[in-house]
């Protein structure tokens, strides 16, 4: 199993410009989760998903969006980038019949400017 | 609002010497929290607790809820420069698994 992958690795957009950041399980977990890290924080929650077609906002979604077509994927839309966009963004995934334990893809460095 | 909120926010010691993070939260409906150690790179997990005055033990590695005061702490004994790195403390509810992240301890260990 590969676990949680994620796509790209790092990013550099320009104000205005819009990305899409992929997200893939192999592990068919239900619950998949999108996060942003600033320097010296903590993880903050983006979306979440609770299986294929359901999708709810976390703490922080202004100016994202997501989708989810299939339990594998989980793609994070940024429309409009903003310098405050800059971040660490982390995808996360977890069966529905086990703990709260989630496991996290090694993260999506975006810079913009 | 659910919070977490964790002391020290950074540490700095000499290897063979012991550490104690702590975690304080206010979560509704509570259900778990977790510890997470982050060096550079994704989360991975350490330890999840679910019950008072149980200790979780991994190595050198022990954790320990108390959910009458609602925090816990993580013990790091004989520390290694290996140990260096953010340690994160998340709390859940029973809202679809989501988890409250604190800002988490900067752990340095010296040699």
């Known amino acids: 199993n590969a676990g949680v992958t994620q796509t790209p690795k790092f990013r550099i957009l320009k104000i205005g410009q819009s990305m899409t950041l992929q997200c893939t399980q192999d592990?068919?977990?239900?619950?998949m989760y999108w996060y942003r890290q600033d320097p010296g924080m903590g993880l903050k929650l983006i979306y979440y998903s609770v299986g294929a077609g359901i999708t709810d906002k976390g703490e922080v979604p202004n100016g994202y969006n997501v989708s989810r077509s299939t339990t594998e994927d989980f793609p994070l839309r940024l429309e409009l980038a903003a310098p405050s966009q800059t971040s660490v963004y982390f995808c996360a995934s977890r069966s529905a019949s086990s703990t709260d334990t989630q496991y996290f893809g090694p993260g999506t460095r975006l810079t913009v400017l | 609002e659910d919070k977490v909120v964790q002391s020290p926010l950074s540490l700095v010691v000499h290897e063979g010497d012991t550490v104690t993070l702590n975690c304080s939260y206010e979560?509704?409906?509570?259900?778990?929290l977790l510890w997470y150690k982050q060096e550079k790179k994704a989360p991975t997990f350490l330890f999840m607790l679910t019950s008072s005055g149980i200790e979780k033990k991994s190595g050198r590695l022990s954790s320990i809820l108390d959910k009458k005061e609602l925090f816990s702490i993580l013990n790091i004994t004989a520390t290694q420069t290996g140990d260096s790195a953010v340690y994160l403390c998340a709390a859940g509810g029973t809202s679809y698994g989501k988890l409250t992240f604190g800002q988490g301890t900067i752990l340095t260990v010296h040699p």
């Open positions: 592990m068919n977990h239900n619950y």
């Open positions: 979560v509704t409906n509570f259900r778990s």
